[in-house]
Nanobody
């Protein structure tokens, strides 16, 4: 099992910035999607952003122009820079590694970290 490790969360004021880091114990160069999700207790985990291994990015509408995802395959890491944080961004943020569809289902995988807490006060 591959365990991703997130860090960088904290308690900040509205309008502040944070940088989240996710480090994998293995090479991520071949991993199709490296992504960040977030979850509020009692609600479904939601996709925040992803960065594919061919350079495609996606951002949820609620973070566009505020968050930036970046992957550094040389460091086996993916980052999420967050700026202009608001109370509604308060959540546990999870790093995700996803193989995407493969020719053989048994070759597919998805890994998660334990999460890092981001709390934004008004």
């Amino acid at each position: 099992q591959v365990h991703l490790v997130e860090s960088g969360g904290g308690l900040v004021q509205s309008g502040a910035s944070l940088k989240l880091s996710c480090v994998a114990p293995v090479s991520i160069a071949s991993i199709k999607f490296m992504a960040w999700y977030r979850q509020v207790p009692g609600k479904e985990r939601e996709l925040v952003a992803y960065f594919s291994n061919v350079g495609a990015t996606y951002y949820a509408e609620f973070v566009k122009n505020r968050f930036t995802i970046w992957r550094d395959d040389n460091k086996n890491a993916v980052y999420l820079t967050m700026r202009n944080l608001a109370p509604e961004d308060t959540a546990t943020y999870y790093c995700n590694a996803d193989s995407g569809p493969r020719d053989r289902p048994e070759d597919e995988y998805e890994y998660w970290g334990q999460g890092t807490q981001v709390s934004v006060s008004s």
